[in-house]
């Protein structure tokens, strides 16, 4: 496909403001006719739906994909009759059965095997992948459901994200990544430029391997500090698209951060997408129906243009000496060692302070990932923002 054509793939939005299934079914079926998906694409072929299971939370707290999502999109293609429908993710942390459980019960999606042609994944295997056009990746162990799929599905959510700015359809497939070798991946790109482009390297694997399409959950959204212990926000859309640029731009501009995040400048220098929301057709799958424009709160992490004008100085290290780190806070602590297993680096420990287990961070180590922000159950790590930087903000 050319760059030329690739700057023209549609993004279809609906107006959608609950999580009622036959509501959803409707409109993902509405978003499937305006994007002329046909028969064919889905008929006896194996489907992957990749959801959002960042960690084992609960739906109405969004941080997760919502099951109302999944069943209704599971219930439209199952009128196709593929040969199966396989909803698989590997969330932060181990990649084993016992762990899967934990997430699907947790995050509501039990029910959902009930359903025709439809499995939770529960092979924990993965397989080597080689990326021959990867800049940055050029192989990687991936969960072998994505390796076998036909069809990928990825139903991400609109989320902020503490490292990438946002969490939606580029950023979801990181989730292919089988469990702890995401640290890995961290510390393998420490720098924002390099892991945004490691993202697009995965990205374009699973456009290239399978027919791909991107279906955002933004019926409720999460701003301040995502993707995990941010806030809700009733956002009330769902978008589709065949290139997850685009949808990731549209959801940009629909959260107030256009022109904000790295990986999809990233796609763009490849000619992938472009940059302005306006330049990509937008379809409504809904009879005068507008796409929303919000502002999201965004995460403590970010301090918009100010950090990403100071990139170059120094090499880097003033935008480093600027960032947002993160803390422990003890009183919310309880020592659970989720932290010290998630960082990339080992820069975390547990100590004892008062008779009582917490985290500590060794500052002068830490590459800014947010892993153990992200990941801890009781959100006791914080980030704590430069003084100037607040004043500034």
């Known amino acids: 496909m050319s760059a030329a054509s690739m700057n023209k793939i549609p993004v279809a939005h609906a107006a959608c403001t609950a999580y009622d299934v036959p509501l959803i079914r409707e409109k993902i079926s509405a978003l499937f006719r305006t994007l002329r998906f046909t028969p064919d694409m889905f008929a006896g072929k194996i489907i992957l739906v990749k959801p959002n299971l ?46 899967l459980q934990v997430l699907y019960r947790t995050c509501g999606l039990m029910s959902l095997a009930e359903l025709p042609f439809v499995e939770l994944n529960t092979d924990c295997s993965f397989d080597n992948v080689e990326m021959e056009n990867g800049l940055r990746l050029r192989h990687c162990h991936m969960i072998r459901p994505a390796v076998e799929a036909d069809v990928c599905i990825n139903v991400c959510k609109l989320k902020t994200h503490g490292l990438t700015g946002l969490s939606c359809a580029t950023k979801n497939l990181f989730g292919l990544i089988p469990g702890v070798e995401k640290f890995e991946m961290h510390a393998t790109f420490p720098q924002i430029e390099d892991f945004s482009e490691m993202l697009v390297d995965i990205t374009e694997y699973m456009r290239g391997h399978t ?15 995502g993707p995990t212990h941010g806030t809700p926000v009733e956002a009330g859309v769902l978008l589709a698209s065949r290139s997850p640029y685009a949808l990731d731009v549209m959801a940009e501009h629909i959260i107030g951060c256009d022109r904000a995040v790295l990986h999809l400048d990233a796609a763009a220098k490849r000619g992938l997408v472009v940059r302005d929301w306006q330049e990509i057709p937008l379809l409504s799958a809904d009879e005068d129906a507008s796409l929303p424009a919000l502002s999201f709160r965004k995460p403590d992490s970010t301090s918009g243009k100010f950090l990403k004008n100071l990139s170059g100085i120094m090499g880097g290290r003033l935008a480093e000496a600027f960032a947002a780190r993160p803390v422990i806070k003890a009183s919310s602590c309880v020592g659970c060692g989720v ?15 008062k008779q009582k287990k917490i985290a500590s961070i060794t500052p002068d180590k830490c590459i800014r990932c947010y892993c153990c922000q992200e990941l801890c159950p009781k959100g006791a790590v914080v980030l704590r923002k430069n003084p100037l930087i607040r004043w500034i903000h």
Request: hydrophobic fraction near 45%; charged fraction near 15%; aromatic fraction near 4%.
């Open 54 to 99: 960042v960690m084992a939370k609960k739906p109405e707290l969004a941080a997760t994909t919502h099951p109302a999502v999944l069943r209704a999109l599971a219930e439209v293609l199952a009128e196709f009759a593929p040969k199966k429908i396989v909803i698989a993710d590997s969330a932060g942390g181990p990649y084993n059965p016992p762990a």
């Open 211 to 225: 027919e791909y399409i991107a279906l955002c959950d933004g019926i409720l959204g999460m701003e301040g500090n």
């Open 339 to 353: 932290c010290v297993q998630s960082c990339p680096v080992h820069t975390i420990a547990l100590v004892t302070k």
